[in-house]
């Protein structure tokens, strides 16, 4: 079992450590993002800490100019428009574009050894992180980033061959630092039918899972609004697929496949309700996920920020 609070801010204790200012500060500054971290495991008990840094950090650290304004989520000051745009994002060179992501890891790693807790780095997918450099924000028709994939394959090709090495080189810097799991945050991947899915994502995104994979950690594929894309997920080369509220979790099981370990999928929206109705949703969850192993016990997104911290307890 763990939360991820990404959507949520939901915990006193956060607020009150984070600040004001740009989030991208407050990931810079690995004793903070190592305390921010371990808040949850204190609080709540979760058998896994989820590394507080953010999908746009690898990009940012490039100097793509990429913000994150608060109640909006990341912004790019001059989008992703031609080929030429592609120079802007060199391959990642962890140790010296983000030192303070490994340091964290290493902090978080070392407060966490010997107790059970894992300890989840991640890395945005491909296809999430290139639309936000082409859409320039958050977006709810993902046009842009459609236009290029459709009219302009090969540059799209680039761009996330790109993506993916900055990805993959991000999380096996943080595996080496001490994560034991990794997650791939596809979280908009949902608005792609499964023939787009398969042809213009899928191949980059299980490049980033090869490339972890291959130091032994697990890894997980996350994605929202997916119901239709499970069956391709989980032939990415992840041991993990999440899954969102929408599909329920035996139905989910079957369209992943055998093999492949579930993670869900209770609503975030049950979580704002009355203690019995979470605890209703929790015991549907489980016993749609059934006697077989491989199931971790997730939300389908993140705590949304208005959530009670208590009716998680
Ligand atoms: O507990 C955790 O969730 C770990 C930390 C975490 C953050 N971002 C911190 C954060 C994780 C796992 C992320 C990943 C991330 N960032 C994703 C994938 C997960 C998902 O929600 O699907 C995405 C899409 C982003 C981009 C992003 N960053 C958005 C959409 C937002 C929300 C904007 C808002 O304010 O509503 C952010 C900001 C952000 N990242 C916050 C946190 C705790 C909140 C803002 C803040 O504290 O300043």
């Given at each position: 079992v763990w939360f991820m609070r990404q959507a949520g801010r939901s915990l006193p204790e956060y607020r009150a450590a984070r600040g004001t200012g740009s989030i991208l500060d407050a990931i810079a500054d690995p004793e903070l993002a190592a305390e921010i971290t371990l808040q949850p495991v204190r609080r709540y008990g979760v058998d896994a800490a989820v590394l507080?840094?953010?999908?746009?950090v690898p990009v940012h650290a490039v100097g793509f100019g990429v913000d994150v304004e608060q109640g909006r989520g990341p912004v790019v000051a001059?989008?992703?428009?031609?080929?030429?745009?592609?120079?802007?994002?060199?391959?990642?060179e962890p140790a010296t574009d983000v030192p303070y992501v490994t340091d964290a890891v290493r902090l978080v790693a070392r407060e966490l050894e010997g107790s059970d807790v894992a300890l989840i780095g991640f890395a945005g997918a491909p296809f999430t992180v290139a639309s936000y450099l082409v859409e320039g924000g958050p977006s709810r028709t993902f046009a842009k980033v459609k236009t290029l994939m459709h009219a302009e394959p090969l540059v799209w090709g680039d761009l996330v061959d790109r993506l993916a090495e900055m990805a993959a080189a991000f999380l096996r810097a943080q595996v080496r630092a001490g994560a034991s799991v990794v997650q791939l945050f596809d979280?908009?991947?949902?608005?792609?039918?499964p023939a787009e899915y398969e042809r213009f994502v899928l191949p980059s995104t299980c490049r980033v899972l090869d490339a972890v994979g291959e130091l032994g950690v697990p890894t997980i594929l996350f994605g929202v609004g997916t119901g239709e894309l499970l069956a391709l997920m989980g032939t990415s080369g992840a041991q993990v697929v999440g899954v969102d509220w929408r599909v329920p979790l035996d139905e989910a099981r079957r369209r992943v496949g055998p093999g492949c370990a579930v993670q869900g999928n209770l609503?975030?929206?049950?979580?704002?309700?009355?203690f019995e109705v979470v605890a209703e949703g929790a015991r549907d969850v489980l016993a749609r996920a059934g006697?077989?192993?491989g199931h971790i016990f997730n939300l389908g997104h993140g705590v949304l920020p208005e959530t009670d911290p208590g009716i998680l307890s």
């Open positions: 507080f840094s953010d999908i746009v001059a989008p992703f428009r031609s080929p030429d745009d592609l120079r802007r994002l060199r391959p990642l979280s908009w991947a949902g608005c792609l039918s609503d975030p929206g049950l979580c704002l309700g009355p006697s077989e192993p």
